[in-house]
């Protein structure tokens, strides 16, 4: 049997002999013409699992993991609630962290051509928290719900999160996940039954009607502060006293509350953010307060802040060491996709002779960056709102001007035109900040081509029990 034997939407059993980067599975099919490999994401060597074929290759399937038919060996029991957003959660944290620094180093070898990255490899750094480690959670709710003794979806009024592979079947969270705030998430419960005794109707996907929405809360690590936005149509908002629904949360949670907000959002999108509604501040105030690395951040509802705070630390720590290591001090230092300056303010903080210019296209993270640089008190610190690439060829004078350069882009890397002219500003280092090491793997084959080599890198751990890693780089000018 030849792959092009197997079809789209066909359901077959494998079982997960190896691990790939971003915490795919890989298994293997014996066939009379040899050996078809298949890809199953979210899956753990030694299980045996149900998978849907998305993709049908030469010699390989692309799938979808229906359901885990067979535990591997390497499990172990956990007190938590199984989700689909933790999927190696029964995984030893040490075999994931050995998983995510083998198969990332192969991945830099593989496609960013960097032949000796075992020996660039300069340390693997941990979360301090492998559970609760998160700072913000957004819950669904919704119309059709996931049956876990039946296996299979059935009406009613659910809150928690997406089942895995769908966009129309909510999970109840019944109890802690593990990843947030545990007695928020035990609440989580109390929260859904008022709901749903109102009368009014979560969300149907498929329809794409009813009101309760989303409920996303974001959370102080520094001193447990909880900031909830309840999401709902405006079809039966006169029915629904939210200043009622403010009491209820506030004698759940006392005065761990900081504030409570209501959006209403009526785009038939699946997103939390309306691109044509309102949110009000209902009780409190709307932001929370974080500190990093001894700076005070207020970070509103919508607000880019790093999901694992104490992880971030380590993170950026890192950075400015590799920064600092070939930097002088007194040194223009350019933050190319800087979102709200967290990394700009520490750099700066921690080099005070030095000149800091952060560029990020969007204009509400470069004002968030404005506000929180003035409220901390740090000087050395300038933004400016635009597209990176365009920002560069509109400012000739940077060119050959900058003493480093500090790339945080997003997941999807830089696009070719705003790396050249990044390379063409001539910096002599490059410390680049990567939440996807595919795409740093890509942007280090162009780097190398351009005259950068990669002195050394770390990885970071933001995100335990999933395939997410991060990585942190630093490239020099080759004279």
């Not at 092009?4 to 599975?25: H, L, N, P, Q, Y």
């Not at 809360?217 to 908002?237: A, E, I, M």
């Not at 390379?423 to 680049?432: C, D, H, Q, W």
Request: net charge negative; charged share 25%.
């Amino acid at each position: 049997m030849r792959a092009k034997s197997f079809k789209r939407g066909e359901d077959i059993e494998v079982t997960i002999s190896k691990m790939a980067f971003g915490g795919k599975g890989i298994a293997k099919i014996e066939t009379e013409q040899g050996e078809i490999v298949v890809f199953v994401p979210n899956t753990i060597p030694g299980q045996t699992v149900k998978c849907r074929i998305a993709k049908v290759r030469k010699r390989h399937l692309e799938t979808k993991l229906i359901e885990v038919l067979e535990r591997s060996p390497d499990e172990t029991e956990i007190p938590y609630q199984a989700i689909s957003g933790a999927p190696f959660a029964t995984l030893p944290i040490e075999i994931q962290e050995r998983s995510k620094q083998e198969t990332t180093i192969e991945l830099l070898r593989r496609l960013g051509k960097v032949d000796n990255a075992e020996d660039l490899f300069d340390e693997f750094i941990s979360s301090p928290s492998h559970w609760h480690y998160r700072n913000k959670m957004e819950y669904s709710f919704g119309a059709i719900r996931y049956d876990f003794e039946k296996k299979g979806d059935v009406d009613g009024f659910a809150l928690g999160f997406k089942h895995r592979g769908t966009w129309w079947m909510v999970e109840n969270l019944d109890k802690d996940s593990g990843l947030f705030d545990e007695l928020l998430e035990k609440s989580l419960k109390k929260i859904r039954a008022y709901c749903e005794s109102s009368g009014l109707t979560a969300w149907h996907h498929p329809k794409k009607e009813g009101f309760f929405r989303f409920l996303t809360v974001r959370k102080s690590h520094t001193d447990g502060s909880l900031l909830l936005n309840l999401v709902t149509s405006s079809k039966g908002l006169e029915s629904f006293d939210i200043e009622a629904f403010s009491s209820f949360l506030q004698e759940l949670f006392g005065d761990r509350i900081q504030g409570i907000l209501h959006t209403v959002n009526d785009d038939i999108g699946d997103r939390v953010q309306p691109l044509d509604g309102e949110s009000r501040l209902i009780f409190g105030k709307n932001y929370i307060t974080e500190q990093l690395s001894g700076l005070t951040f207020k970070i509103q509802m919508e607000s880019f802040f790093q999901t694992n705070p104490k992880s971030a630390e380590r993170l950026y720590a890192k950075a400015i060491e590799y920064l600092s290591e070939e930097t002088e001090e007194k040194g223009l230092i350019m933050d190319l996709f800087c979102g709200t300056g967290t990394i700009g303010q520490l750099v700066a903080s921690k080099l005070p002779e030095a000149k800091i210019l952060g560029v990020d296209i969007v204009e509400k993270a470069i004002q968030d960056a404005k506000r929180s640089a003035a409220e901390n008190g740090v000087g050395n610190v300038s933004f400016e709102a635009g597209d990176v690439g365009k920002f560069i060829l509109q400012h000739p004078e940077y060119q050959g001007n900058i003493h480093a350069i500090i790339l945080d882009p997003p997941r999807g890397g830089i696009a070719p035109k705003a790396l050249k002219r990044t390379i063409e500003l001539n910096s002599k280092t490059i410390v680049y900040i990567s939440c996807n090491p595919a795409t740093l793997a890509r942007d280090t084959e162009v780097l190398q081509t351009s005259g950068y080599q990669m002195k050394k890198f770390s990885l970071v751990d933001q995100f335990p029990h999933t395939g997410h890693i991060e990585a942190v780089a630093i490239f020099e000018k080759q004279s």
